[in-house]
């Protein structure tokens, strides 16, 4: 069965700044919102750290499933948004890698509920008008944008090559690059590219460009373009 790796670029939530006190690796905080789980830490480690994947898991001790990760994970302060937990009541870890191979496991956290109030919550700006399918558009069989409106990476070697990943908006202006790739089958949430509409893509594989392409995130409430595509990789 293959995972879902769910990921946000930018998490922004601004609430009282007494309970929403972010803890220090690899201590971690884990809050309920109104039903979205809220991981949130502070990095205070000397070494460089490489990647942070979180994970959850309905037992404390095994079967914890991989559902993101963040693209700066050398940040100060950072946090992952899972917005749609299967159970309210789950255990919640991170894996903190750092340059070098090492690693480190958080303990394992439940959430708990948070009753601050809340002054505002960013919202997904995909408030454009959808642009037509061109004719003869054929979506790439690596990225593209699945029937959840998410972008998704199906690189079925990602473990073995080393693939980097380049993104760009219509107007040609860089949006972000994903570098490290831990998954076969990685979920990028549309909130990375801020916007919806079109958007283009580079992917080298060990430094040579393999394919140059583009696919269309729709606003909220409109299916993928690419509809069933989503169902490739299975």
């Known amino acids: 069965m293959r995972k879902f790796l769910i990921v946000c670029i930018y998490l922004s939530i601004a609430v009282s700044a007494n309970t929403m006190a972010q803890d220090t690796l690899p201590n971690i905080q884990v809050k309920n919102l109104s039903g979205r789980i809220i991981i949130s830490w502070k990095n205070a480690y000397p070494a460089t750290i490489s990647n942070i994947i979180i ?10 499933t991989t559902i993101g990760t963040v693209l700066n994970p050398q940040n100060r302060e950072n946090g992952f948004n899972d917005a749609k937990p ?7 870890r991170i894996l903190v890698s750092f340059e070098g191979g090492s690693y480190v496991y958080t303990r394992s956290y439940r959430p708990v509920k948070d009753t601050s109030r809340i002054i505002g919550v960013q919202k997904d700006t995909f408030a454009i008008t959808d642009s037509p399918k061109p004719t003869g558009y054929v979506p790439s069989k690596r990225i593209y944008t699945g ?33 490290k790739i831990p998954e076969p089958y990685l979920v990028l949430e549309k909130v990375n590219f801020m916007h919806a509409g079109w958007f283009f893509f580079e ?5 040579t460009l393999i394919e140059k392409h583009k696919f269309f995130v729709p606003k909220d409430g409109k299916a993928a373009l690419q509809g069933e595509q989503g169902k490739k990789g299975k």
């Open 86 to 92: 299967p159970y309210n009541k789950m255990y919640y």
């Open 203 to 207: 992917l080298y594989e060990n430094g």
């Open 147 to 179: 029937k959840d409106n998410n972008v998704v990476l199906n690189l079925p070697e990602a473990l073995q090559k080393k693939y980097l990943v380049k993104f760009f908006d219509e107007d040609d202006n860089f949006v972000f690059e994903v570098t």
């Open 55 to 64: 994970q959850r898991s309905f037992d404390s001790l095994k079967n914890y």
